[in-house]
């Protein structure tokens, strides 16, 4: 089946693959050849698509996934790819993210937080480096 990965700047993905996996709002999905179609919300997380033995990974958050029988198309607002992800500074903005669901800044000022935009910042950092650490174990 076809599956297309792009953002608002680039297209990232565009390959003939066997299986697709990606975040939902409501959950992962995966998605085989003669899949039944839908429209999804897409939640931050990793997308593994995969052709024969081999698995590719990459970084997502927020956007939208259109499945039909022989094709995925997600629209992405922001997604990755192992290589291009800094894992010191995912690191860091795990930590921040962490600080501040605990209610502090990471300055140590008080101020008021956003902990919708808290968990969503975490989810994006834990996202990346559970994605740049699949693509470092692998051979």
Do not use: C, N, W
């Not at 997600?74 to 010191?88: C, K, S, T, V």
């Not at 008080?110 to 693509?135: K, P, Q, Y």
């Amino acid at each position: 089946m076809r599956f297309e990965l792009a953002t608002p700047t680039r297209m990232l993905v565009s390959t003939e693959t066997e299986e697709v996996v990606a975040p939902g709002v409501e959950g992962y999905f995966g998605v085989l050849p003669g899949h039944a179609a839908f429209l999804t919300t897409l939640a931050a997380g990793e997308v593994m698509y995969r052709t024969g033995q081999r698995q590719e990974y990459l970084a997502v958050a927020g956007g939208f996934a259109e499945v039909r029988a022989e094709r995925v198309i997600i629209l992405a607002e922001h997604a990755e790819r192992p290589e291009e992800i800094d894992r010191e500074r995912a690191e860091r903005a795990r930590q921040r993210a962490e600080m501040r669901l605990q209610g502090r800044s990471p300055t140590g000022e008080s101020e008021e937080i956003d902990f919708a935009r808290a968990l969503e910042a975490l989810a994006r950092a834990l996202t990346r480096l559970l994605v740049v650490g699949r693509a470092q174990s692998q051979p």
